[in-house]
Structures are given as C-alpha cells and as structure tokens.
C-alpha cells in the first residue's frame, strides 16, 4: 500500500496565524482526502483534494478557512487559517489506492492553537 | 444519510480475555466495510476489511464478519493482549449516492488492556 508522509508531525500556534500541512505520497493517487480528528473525537472529512482544480468541501468546511493545494497526484497541502483554540486537533491527510481498497492515512498532524 | 454505530467504550479487559466490538451501520447500496485502529500518539492503521456480504475480515488475530442481514460488522479477538490498548473505529466507503468512495467513521471505541 502507498506510504504518506505527514509534515509537520505537530506543532504549537498562536492564534491569528495560519499552519501549512503537507502530505506525500510515494506513488501517484487519484484520490487524497484530509480529515480532522477533534480531541476524543472521531475523523470528519474535510475535503477532497483534487488533481489540477478546485478542491471539494464538506458541509461547514470552507476554502478561505482550510484553502487545499493538489499540484499533482502524489502531493497535497492543507493551509489551516486565521487559527482559534477551536482549531486545535489532529490533522490527516489519507489516500485511496482503488475501488475496493480501505484508505491509508498519514501519522498526521496534532495542532494546539494558544 | 449513511451512518456508522459502535458500541460505547471505554471497554477495559484484562489480558488474554475476549474481545467484541459491536458496529453496524447504514447504508445505500453494498458498502465496503473497514476496521482502523489508532494507537496512542498515531495515526490510523488499517487493521481489516470486507467488500461484500458474508466476507470475513482478518488480521492480528482480529476478525470480522460483513453480515449484510443484520447489518454489521463486529470486531472480535479470542485473546487480547495489553499492546491491543489503542482506539478501534469502524467505517465504512459508501458505494453511492452523493457520497460515493468517502468514508464515514464510527465514533469510535477506546480499548484498555491491563496485564
């Protein structure tokens, strides 16, 4: 199965600022996803990344608060902006391999706003 | 709308004892159905699956059969050991409506195994 890189693994902000996520894969996908993991939470999905256009969000994420890049198939970034202690959470970035495989997630990425 | 239910943890056990998960879920169509586990400090691992009815998932000892009739998917492992101690979610890819190939999670269980 592919293998994701997540960087960073964590890191501490201040609000008002903003974090960029990256993730790569070590072969080319159609499909990345970004998740956010809440403390004691399960994974919501936020987005799909697509390849060459506009990434697709889900209902109550937006692109001004979590603008995604996808410049090609096997990299990915996730811009957490304009940060709030709300956005303190585990960021992860994960991929799809085909029709009838599971996902593979990255080791994602533990953000505490203060 | 798809959904996924687990049962409500924290579950503690000793060593060597008897593990059940229970899931099921909703769904449109035939889903293919997942288990992740994430441990302390990590990000998710995929642990089994199934594509279609009747199959068994397995791995580490863990199984999991898709039972379409009762829709669900529940976790079991003959003899859990303290390394098990992780979160357990189950999920599941939507085979199609709107959501097609996005994955909905439990909420997810927290295992603790003591010595």
């Known amino acids: 199965s592919a293998v994701i890189s997540q960087k960073p693994s964590r890191d501490i902000c201040q609000r008002g600022t903003s974090l960029t996520i990256q993730c790569q894969v070590d072969?080319?996908?159609?499909?990345m996803f970004w998740y956010r993991q809440q403390p004691g939470q399960s994974l919501t999905l936020i987005a799909t990344?697509?390849?060459?256009?506009?990434?697709?969000?889900e209902s109550g994420f937006v692109i001004d608060k979590f603008p995604i890049s996808r410049p090609n198939l096997t990299f990915s970034t996730l811009t957490v902006s304009n940060m709030s202690p709300e956005d303190s959470s585990i960021y992860l970035c994960s991929v799809r391999e085909g029709a009838g495989y599971g996902y593979t997630f990255g080791s994602g990425t533990r953000l505490t706003v203060v | 709308g798809n959904s996924v239910t687990q049962m409500e943890g924290p579950v503690t056990l000793s060593e060597e004892a008897f593990l059940t998960i229970n899931c099921t879920y909703t769904?449109?169509?035939?889903?293919?159905l997942f288990w992740y586990v994430q441990y302390p400090g990590e990000g998710l691992q995929l642990l089994l699956k199934a594509t279609k009815a009747d199959d068994k998932g397995s791995n580490k000892g863990f199984e999991a059969t898709y039972r379409k009739e009762t829709t669900s998917f529940h976790l079991e492992k003959g003899s859990v050991q303290v390394s098990d101690s992780a979160v357990y979610f189950c999920?599941?890819?939507?085979?199609?409506?709107?959501?097609?190939?996005?994955?909905?999670f439990g909420q997810g269980t927290i295992l603790t195994v003591h010595p």
């Open positions: 999920a599941l890819i939507n085979a199609g409506g709107t959501s097609y190939g996005k994955l909905t």
């Open positions: 769904a449109t169509g035939y889903p293919s």
């Open positions: 990344a697509n390849q060459g256009s506009e990434a697709t969000y």
């Open positions: 072969s080319q996908v159609t499909m």
